[in-house]
């Protein structure tokens, strides 16, 4: 980044000309050599990263006897669209659709408002019990999810509230995810105290000190986890195992399990199916990834 | 009198603190201790969801030991972390040692290097099912390309967890990225330093990034340990802990106890002995850290 800024703008004063002169100087051959291999290894692992969803791309569009031609047929011809009304007509792909849409946006709501109001308190008040409540906070990070998994289900079996949304919703609602108010907390500490002291004079609630000027301030770490929550309530696939039955409350993530069929050769129609489920969370991630990468990256990791 | 206005004001930030955090302490209790404690108690009955709960004693402890399919999970489950989780590490940071150069297309490399990871576990499977498929898959493929024997991967209970080692490499963005926080955050004159006495690159690697980043190397290790014992979904969709419960790990093993068997006191059981292997694990590391793991400028408080 900074290297662009200082190739793309004039040399304006000595400083910058002497900075200029530095770094145009010869290199050995060695850095070009060991800089060529680098960018090699480089572009194999993004090859190996991106190469899978470009074939469930192209699949998704083949036609049957394409699927496993060797070698590999990389475009398809024809373009099979009708392989998408197939998958449609085999599932209610828009019907989970909609309710993974559905409680993705709830829960995001959930664990955007509630983390950074919890991370408010954990930044800027004081009470007792503060620092033990934290370390509680941080340790539940590590605290394995399956062991609360069977008494979940049956506190929401007796609420009533199994093959309903509620137990995906309700959750990130109360807390927020600890990793998540642990960036938060981080971000808020790097926030100059200067403004809420200049509010609180005015007057300013600490609920008004939070909501007013700590929440906007904080936005691209609250997209950030805006995104982590995203990528994982759209892709969990446990959570909705457990909890939802009926073919009408299924989420796309368990509803596509239905496309996996190691005996049925139909491999484009689960393809284009599987598009359903990943193309959204691929366009939320390349929109967002600056926010997504940088949100840890900034923040830092120090407690 | 200003001492009395200002404990006033200490008791109403003391009760705004407490509202504040009002949401997560509840979800604590809900979520999270109140199922721990109920969990305990669960492991002591005997529960099929349907008639009511009967007082079972240790009776579920006791047949922890005798149930075969307890150890061969737990066996496979730490099979699978012990090889995957130091290559997923080395791995990670190895991407992210890379992307910590002042390159072009830092930020696309970057975002290529983290697409597997949000690629969701179901989309995964039909892809991996593809690629591993012993007639037709690519990785076979590419075996009979270097004139290498083909392999039945998921389909050979000698190859099966290796498969799932592989398929865990791919998709460590997560790890990558916070080891990048990592080495952007060690100061660059500690480098300088290191060039300036004369320590080549892979000297400045070991006397200046490992030491400065093992607090991080320290927390991708435990959150890696912790995430891969409880391997599930790419198990249930794609081997269902075949063949021969080769990839039966142990949240699988658990899952059929408690939602295919409806065994709700044995299945508690069974997630209280994951739990207290986890925790032994993560609290070796710590204790294994405590000496090594290198935090700059400590500061408490």
Redesign the interface.
Known sequence: MSTDELTLSPPLDQEAIQLLGRRTRRRPAGFYIRRTFQYLVMVVISVISMIPLVWMVSTSLKEQGQVFAYPPVWIPDPVMWSNYAEALARAPLLRWLMNTSIITFLAIVGNVITSSMVAYGFARLRFPGRNFLFMLLLSTMMLPQIVTLIPRFILFKSLGWLDTFLPLVVPPFFGGGPFNIFLVRQFYLTIPTDLDDAARIDGASNWAIWWLILAPLSKPVLIAIGIFSFVYHWNDFLHPLIFLFSEDMKTLALGLRAFIDPLDASWQISMAASMFLLVPVIIIFFLGQRYFIEGVTVTGLKG | MINLRMSRM?RK?????????A??????V???A???I??IV?SFMQWD?LSDPTWAGVSNFTNLFQDRLVLVSLWNTAYYTFLSVPLELAAALG?AL?LN????F??L????????S??????G???W???L?PE?G?AN?LLRLVGLPELQWLWSPTTSKPSFILMSL?GIGNPM??F???L??IPSALYDAAEIDGANAWQRFRAVTIPMLS??IL?NL??GV?GS??I??GA???TNGGPAHSTLFS?LY?YRL??EQFR?GY??AV??L??VI?LFF?ITQFYLAKSRVHY?GEVTG
């Open positions: 200490r930030e003391a009760i705004d603190g407490y509202l504040f955090i949401p997560w302490i509840i979800g604590f809900l979520w999270v109140g199922p721990m109920a969990s669960l969801l991407m890379l150069q002042r390159i072009r830092q930020s490399f970057r975002t290529l290097f983290y697409i597997p949000v690629m969701p576990a179901v989309a499977a039909v892809l099912l593809w690629i498929n037709v690519l493929s791919w990225v916070i990048l926080a990592g952007q955050g607090p991080v927390f435990v959150l912790i014992f409880q599930f979904t249930y969709l794609l949240v658990l408690g939602f709700m299945a508690s997630a209280w994951i739990f986890i993560t700059e």
